[in-house]
């Protein structure tokens, strides 16, 4: 028996602990005035297209906007390029403020936060009236701020709190940032910092078509697929955000002295041009009529033909890198704009901190066997040289066999036919490729810095030359356990597996098997 008395007692008390919770939390809302509205109302409402002035105070910043000839116009900076739209997205939380609740004759100001607003606001219209907001804390569990008119403390107004979010913004995020051009098909990019120039650019006497040049002028040819890397985040960029449009002291920047990027690119435009025909020719051997014809109809004979042209243009555009935000971004600007933004730090280091290396292709010898005229071999004291012929031959079909009386009237039908030699010897194409193709598609483990001298000659050694075009030389060395050095002519050298060199060795021996059993 005392034990279920014992348990009413405490269930007793349970409830009634949760009784004053409940109690604590529906009066949390600071709704101890005399008297509340249960129904909402309109707090604030105005015809925001006659607002002609607006104010808005938040912690440290004031920001004041006037309206003239339909146009907002920010006063804190002459010039600033102020986003009408989003400006005007602001001004249109104004047109009707809603209130959930309105509490009548509050004790004290001070418990709303409202004897030092977050947000105060002033509007003033085209006829000179003006009115103040101020906007108080939050509710924590309405999710409502509150809200006064023209500081009349007799009426407090719970709205909603995304106005006062709205109202707390950096003028900076009003700015109508100037569009960074398009950059699609890039043709080099020149950094120049503290009188130094890293560059890679396109190059037609390159092997690999672009050649890159470090900051000590070290110039290598560059891996196209590498290159793309590097010049893959440039045709992405964007701004961050707007920092000034006033460019009169750009040394808080860092952009008084700073990195200058060139970028050249190429772009497709149509270009229309006007063709005039002349159509007196097809009356020439008319009637003797003609020329009694009067000046205006033989004008009528010419006429204008208008027709679009496709054509490449180089574009450049000269990018300028500062210092570091406190965000850790860069200040930039582009030469032909006349704004200071930021771009993003991983954008900007990718470029920075460029090296030669990085550009490098890990194919110790990319040349393709159909753009050379000649690849030489020297293994085991012999060489070997293969080279190719193209022609254009005659295709004979039946139907030309079964009729050969009527070929001398009819267009001969032709193919392109390549022939291949090693040593003036007519070979298989499919035989030179089994092996080609690994030397083509070698690649490295490492590229080394500098190239080591070597004692023992190079157990394998190959020329690729193209008349005006590639002329390289590789060779093999045998280095450690592992690996094979592999030097050209070039300067490059670079460390490549030993089992990859055995398969290359393997595939040619038996290649040159085959060929001393079909001689």
Known sequence: MKKKNTALIAGIIILALLLVFYLVLHNSSKEDSQDTEKTSETAFETTVEDISEAVFKSGENEYKFTKSDDIWKYNGEENFPLDQSAFEEIISK?????????????????????????VTVSLKDKDGKEQTLQFGDTNSVTSSSYMTLNKDNEKVYMVSSTIVTSLQFDINDLAEKETFPS????????????????????????????????????????????VSEFTNPITSLSWSSFISQNTEDLSQYGLDNPTIITINYQVT???????????????????????????????????TEDTEEKVTVDKQEVLLIGNKTEDNSYYAKLQSQSGVYTLSSSTVDNLLNAEVNQFLSTYVSDYIFADLDKVTIEKDGNTYEFTKKTEEKQVE?????????????????????????????????????????????????????????MENPPEMTV???????????TEYYAYDSSFYLVKDSKGNASLVNKMKVKELTEAFNAFLEKQNKES
């Open 463 to 473: 020329h690729f030359y193209k008349e005006n075009g590639v002329d390289v030389t």
């Open 94 to 118: 104004f047109e009707k403020i809603a209130a959930d609740r309105v509490l009548e004759k509050p004790d004290n100001i001070s418990e709303y936060g409202l004897d030092n607003p977050t």
């Open 269 to 303: 435009e149509t270009k229309s041009t006007d063709e005039t025909k002349d159509d007196s020719a097809d009356t020439a051997n008319g009637s003797n009529t003609t020329d009694n014809k009067s000046k205006d109809a033989e004008a009528e004979s010419d006429t």
């Open 397 to 453: 079909s039946d139907s030309d066999k079964e009729n050969t009386e009527d070929t001398d009237t009819e267009e001969e039908e032709t193919t392109t036919v390549t022939t291949y030699y090693m040593n003036g010897k007519e070979i298989e194409l499919s035989d030179f490729s089994e092996f080609y193709s690994l030397i083509s598609g070698m690649e490295c483990q490492e590229r080394l810095d500098t190239v080591p001298d």
């Open 183 to 226: 950059i699609t098909d890039i043709t080099g990019v020149i950094m120049e910092r503290n009188g130094q120039t890293f560059s890679v650019f396109k190059d037609s006497s390159s092997s690999t078509g672009w050649t890159v040049t470090g900051w000590d002028g070290t110039k290598k040819d560059a891996g196209s697929s590498q």
